[in-house]
């Protein structure tokens, strides 16, 4: 990767530091954090880059394409279509594996993509965290505007996308149970930079088409939804109680439909083809006519979240006995080169999330971020990597 960003930086790193970091962070959001932060930023050079931005490209034009919806439309389980659909999505999220290439140079692998947003707020924080405690990193970029101050940069175009023409007052973040979510730590530090509550949904309040929320004793309407309720996650919770209903019509706008966190899914893999882009079909189409080589595939639930039901060690018994082959997706593996030195000098594996808005007034996507998850497990994941060091989720910075 940027070999001289990651020489400076291991320079400069040790356990000491790396626990003072952590304190910084819980100094500014006490008790919030509660996921494991990885020792070290992913620093990336041009060529690899751009790279990135080739793929991400791709996917945008598939997505642009005049027969997308028509060809998504299954995705959408019928009992989870939701009113109100946006004419595009407000997010994207693109999942991206660094491994070795037939030449010997590292490229981007896809792994999954989200129509769905992911931790901006904390980004544009622990980015910010990271340039104020290694000095170095202010020569490097975390956002893609061009703007010589990219925090400012930031925080005005999310603002704009989370916002729309709304009063930050009349605009909610959607969960269930939010001061218990993991990522609790965003939910915050959006409500600091851009003024949205928080909200969970047992506490919505229905009247006819209108839903409110209560506030220091006071009704307010709300008139635009950040959604990061997945429908999944109420799946854990029976017999909920809600005045409430995603699937209601309501008069609200939504940032982040959440029609669209099935379209742009693991749905969408089969529908991409090229050099970034690992074989992908859906298990229904090979007709029982398997892959003779099921050990190089991943098998994988349409309809899950954060790495469930994910199979690693597939063979062809497994594949026969599924009954709903058309809601599974068989996808060849990739090798993960082990490329973050860590200043013990082994190396650890790593992912780049690639992370787009798109305001409702504009023609085309945004890359605003990226995220880095390091890992030294199986898979990319907290229950994959217990016990290790140098893994987690982090920021990523990019060669100017």
Same mark, same amino acid.
Request: include cysteine.
């Given at each position: 990767?940027?070999?001289?960003?990651? +020489?400076?930086?291991?320079?400069?790193?040790?356990?000491?530091?790396? =626990?003072?970091? *952590?304190?910084?962070?819980?100094?500014?959001?006490?008790?919030?954090?509660?996921?494991? @932060?990885?020792?070290?930023?992913?620093? @990336?050079?041009?060529?690899?880059?751009?790279?990135?931005? %080739?793929?991400?490209? $791709?996917?945008? %034009?598939?997505?642009?394409?005049?027969? !997308?919806?028509?060809?998504?439309?299954?995705?959408?389980?019928?009992?989870?279509?939701? &009113?109100?659909?946006?004419?595009?999505?407000?997010?994207?999220?693109?999942?991206?594996?660094?491994?070795? #290439?037939?030449?010997?140079?590292? /490229?981007?692998?896809?792994?999954?993509?989200?129509?769905?947003?992911?931790?901006?707020?904390?980004?544009?924080?622990?980015?910010?965290?990271? =340039?104020?405690?290694?000095?170095?990193?202010?020569?490097?970029?975390?956002?893609?505007?061009?703007?010589?101050?990219?925090?400012?940069?930031?925080?005005?175009?999310?603002?704009?996308?989370?916002?729309?023409? /709304?009063?930050?007052?009349?605009?909610?973040?959607?969960?269930?149970?939010?001061?218990?979510?993991?990522?609790?730590?965003?939910?915050?530090?959006?409500?600091?930079?851009?003024?949205?509550?928080?909200?969970?949904?047992?506490?919505?309040?229905?009247?006819?088409?209108?839903?409110?929320? /209560?506030?220091?004793?006071?009704?307010?309407?709300?008139?635009?939804?950040?959604?990061?309720?997945?429908?999944? %996650? *109420? #799946?854990?919770?029976?017999?909920?109680?809600?005045?409430?209903?995603?699937?209601?019509?309501?008069?609200?706008?939504?940032?982040?439909?959440?029609?669209?966190?099935?379209?742009?899914? +693991? !749905?969408?893999?089969?529908?991409?083809?090229?050099?970034?882009?690992?074989?992908?079909?859906? *298990?229904? %189409?090979?007709?029982?006519?398997? &892959?003779?080589?099921?050990?190089?595939?991943?098998?994988?639930?349409?309809?899950?979240?954060?790495?469930?039901?994910?199979?690693?060690?597939?063979?062809?018994?497994?594949?026969?006995?599924?009954?709903?082959?058309?809601?599974?997706?068989? =996808?060849?593996? @990739?090798?993960?080169?082990?490329?973050?030195?860590?200043?013990? #000098? $082994?190396?650890?594996?790593?992912?780049?999330?690639?992370?787009?808005?798109?305001?409702?007034?504009?023609?085309?996507?945004?890359?605003?971020?990226?995220?880095?998850?390091? $890992?030294?497990?199986?898979?990319?994941?907290?229950?994959?990597? +217990?016990?290790?060091?140098?893994?987690?989720? $982090?920021? @990523?910075?990019?060669?100017?």
């Amino acid at each position: 990767m940027h070999a001289e960003s990651r +020489k400076a930086f291991n320079a400069s790193f040790s356990p000491d530091t790396y =626990q003072s970091f *952590l304190s910084a962070i819980e100094r500014d959001f006490p008790g919030q954090l509660d996921f494991r @932060v990885a020792e070290s930023p992913v620093f @990336v050079d041009s060529a690899f880059r751009d790279k990135l931005l %080739d793929a991400c490209s $791709s996917i945008m %034009d598939a997505v642009a394409a005049p027969d !997308f919806l028509a060809r998504t439309d299954r995705a959408i389980p019928p009992d989870q279509r939701v &009113p109100g659909e946006n004419r595009h999505t407000s997010f994207f999220a693109v999942d991206f594996a660094i491994c070795r #290439g037939a030449s010997g140079e590292l /490229e981007p692998r896809l792994i999954e993509l989200q129509g769905f947003p992911s931790v901006f707020g904390y980004q544009l924080y622990l980015s910010r965290l990271y =340039q104020k405690r290694y000095p170095f990193l202010e020569s490097m970029n975390f956002t893609f505007s061009g703007a010589a101050d990219e925090e400012d940069a930031f925080i005005s175009h999310f603002g704009h996308v989370l916002l729309g023409n /709304e009063d930050p007052e009349n605009v909610i973040l959607l969960e269930i149970f939010p001061e218990k979510q993991k990522t609790r730590i965003d939910f915050e530090i959006t409500r600091q930079y851009w003024g949205v509550t928080p909200v969970c949904l047992t506490k919505i309040i229905r009247e006819g088409r209108k839903i409110f929320y /209560e506030k220091e004793g006071r009704r307010i309407q709300v008139r635009r939804i950040y959604n990061r309720l997945i429908f999944d %996650d *109420l #799946g854990n919770f029976p017999g909920l109680k809600t005045g409430f209903s995603l699937t209601d019509d309501a008069d609200v706008t939504w940032v982040g439909h959440p029609n669209w966190f099935f379209r742009i899914s +693991k !749905f969408m893999l089969p529908l991409l083809s090229g050099p970034y882009f690992p074989e992908t079909r859906f *298990l229904s %189409d090979y007709g029982g006519n398997f &892959p003779p080589d099921p050990e190089n595939y991943v098998l994988k639930p349409l309809f899950s979240f954060a790495g469930s039901g994910v199979e690693l060690h597939v063979t062809a018994d497994k594949l026969a006995a599924i009954a709903d082959p058309e809601n599974y997706i068989l =996808q060849r593996k @990739v090798t993960y080169e082990p490329v973050i030195l860590t200043n013990d #000098g $082994s190396k650890v594996k790593s992912e780049i999330r690639m992370l787009y808005t798109w305001p409702d007034d504009a023609e085309k996507p945004v890359l605003l971020t990226a995220l880095s998850r390091l $890992s030294r497990g199986e898979m990319i994941g907290v229950r994959f990597n +217990k016990d290790f060091t140098w893994v987690g989720s $982090s920021a @990523v910075f990019f060669e100017r």
